[in-house]
């Protein structure tokens, strides 16, 4: 018995070292992305692309709202019940105070359709409503409940001469969802860019990584070469020191190099979501496509599609709502109309029956005498704060063309100088590895395959710099027109949303 005990805890105990390998293992997992996997990732589960999909939630159900403000509201309301017992002081006729109890309930019941008329600002409604008395101290004989109400009644509020929210709603609030739909997709586009400045930074503290380890081992390769050269008396002592302390340094340098390597991804991680301890590996997205960019094509482009353009329609019309609310508050004037019936009966059914006919009309206004330049204040505040939005928004508009002119020339400036910087990475590359063999042999010296060396890092690094400038234009140019020129389709198409 004791035996298989043993056995079992044994195999407890293999088991969750086993699978404490298979986790570990499991973290430690080295991820493989492309450029586009990786930006596709972070727009589906960072958070900030997480923060710009809440966004875009809240701002539809804002225009839900606006929308629903137009549609029919069925209401109901009432008091069931309003009870209460007390002593009330009644003045007698001879001037005297009684003080009486009251016990009384009171219950009142409505029912209302109303209908926002979004041409004219008013309302029109239809109501019915139902009231119930109780007086629980009624003389005997004497009928202790009561009813009342209004069968039916037609009513209208229609102020004149006055500010229509509504009307201007209908104009502005569509620019605004419109506009936030836009954002949205310019906000997924921007992730992009600022994913494609994480990726290369791990990018290129990766090259810069395999870069130090293998001048570390050519340092060290050297280094032994020099040694034994040194003790055939070929080389100087203070040439071989020369070269033992750039081993140091080199050891210096792969060592920096994998601190920065640590840092980056520690900073693509945690903007992607992704767990520490995985381990990158990022594959250079050298593989350039290859499509046209037309500046005039690419103004159209941003025009059409951008959420400025929109955004620049919806200030002038703010501005112009301003000032007409400004010139709606010069006098008021509203017009309340009622038709309908009530009744009042001592049973419920008896108020339907052959009820009176009740109707208001009433015009109220409010029209400043003496206002102390208040109405002409308003007005010319309005009206300056509306030529101040049009100045502004003609001079973004020019800003925003230059901008998009400038990206463009810059994105054909950067495609043509990373062919150069290709071209010289791969030149200098069989340099050095040239210099290298010659140097084995003893026909280079050690300072010129030092050169050689450093020119194959230099043009290595500005490569690399040239090819995150490329993709970073690329993005951000996809963001300024909201198109995507190698596939030569919208990002954002209006109908599809």
């Known amino acids: 018995m004791k035996i298989r005990n043993l056995l079992f805890i044994k195999t407890v105990i293999t088991l969750v070292l ?25 727009k589906d589960g960072s958070p900030v692309a997480l923060r710009a999909k809440t966004r875009r939630e809240n701002r539809y159900w804002q225009y839900r709202l606006f929308r629903s403000n137009y549609n029919p509201q069925l209401r109901l309301t009432g008091t069931i019940p309003q009870y209460y017992q007390e002593f009330n002081n009644i003045t007698q006729p001879d001037g005297s105070i009684e003080f009486i109890e009251v016990k009384q309930n009171l219950m009142d019941l409505g029912l209302g359709l109303e209908q926002v008329i979004g041409a004219t600002g008013g309302t029109v409604s239809v109501n019915t409503s139902t009231n119930r008395f109780d007086n629980f101290l009624t003389n005997p004989g ?5 009813y009342s109400g209004v069968p039916i009644s037609v009513a209208l509020n229609q102020p004149i001469f006055a500010f229509n ?50 001048n570390l081992k050519n340092t060290e390769d050297i280094f032994t070469i020099e040694k034994k050269r040194n003790e055939l008396g070929v080389t100087p002592e203070d040439d071989l020191l020369q070269v033992e302390l750039q081993v140091l340094n080199a050891q210096q340098a792969a060592a920096q190099a994998q601190v920065d390597l640590e840092s980056a991804a520690f900073a693509m991680n945690s903007f992607i979501g992704l767990n520490q301890s995985s381990n990158l590996n990022l594959v250079s997205p050298i593989d350039i496509p290859e499509f046209e960019v037309n500046v005039e094509r690419a103004i159209e482009l941003a025009f059409q599609n951008r959420s400025e353009a929109i955004g620049y329609e919806r200030q002038k019309t703010e501005a112009e709502s301003q000032v007409a609310q400004a010139r709606g508050q010069r006098f008021q004037v509203l017009l309340n109309a009622r038709y ?16 009176n006919t009740q109707a208001l009309v009433s015009l109220g206004l409010s029209v400043p005498i003496l206002d102390w330049g208040r109405n002409k204040a308003r007005m ?7 030529e ?21 020339k810059n994105f054909l400036m950067i495609k043509e100088r990373l062919n150069v910087t290709k071209i010289s990475d791969d030149v200098a590359q069989r340099r050095y590895e040239i210099a290298l063999k010659r140097y084995q042999t003893g026909n280079v010296t050690i300072t010129n395959l030092n050169i050689a060396q450093n020119e194959k890092d230099a043009n290595k690094r500005a490569f690399y710099t040239s090819l995150r400038d490329f993709w970073m234009a690329y993005y951000e140019l996809r963001s300024l027109t909201l198109y995507d020129f190698e596939k030569g389709e919208l990002l954002y198409v209006p109908e599809a949303n």
Do not use: H
Request: net charge negative; hydrophobic share 40%; proline share 4%.
């Open 18 to 42: 086993v699978c404490s390998l298979l986790d570990f293992a499991a973290a430690q997992e080295t991820k493989t992305f492309t450029l586009k996997e990786l930006v596709q990732q972070a």
């Open 142 to 146: 004497q009928p202790q409940t009561r």
């Open 165 to 214: 929210p509504y009307k201007w709603d209908k104009k502005i609030e569509p620019l605004l969802y419109e506009e936030s739909k836009r954002e949205y997709v310019q906000e997924m586009e921007e992730v992009s860019i600022y994913v494609t400045q994480l990726y290369f930074d791990y990018l290129i503290a990766q090259v810069n990584s395999e870069i130090a380890a293998s």
């Open 340 to 355: 309908g019936y009530n009744n009042a009966a001592f049973n419920f059914p008896d108020i339907y029956q052959n009820p």
């Open 380 to 386: 010319s505040m309005a009206m300056a704060n509306q």
């Open 388 to 408: 101040l939005v049009e100045s502004t928004v003609a001079q973004e508009l020019i800003n925003f063309e230059q901008e998009i002119f400038t990206m463009v």
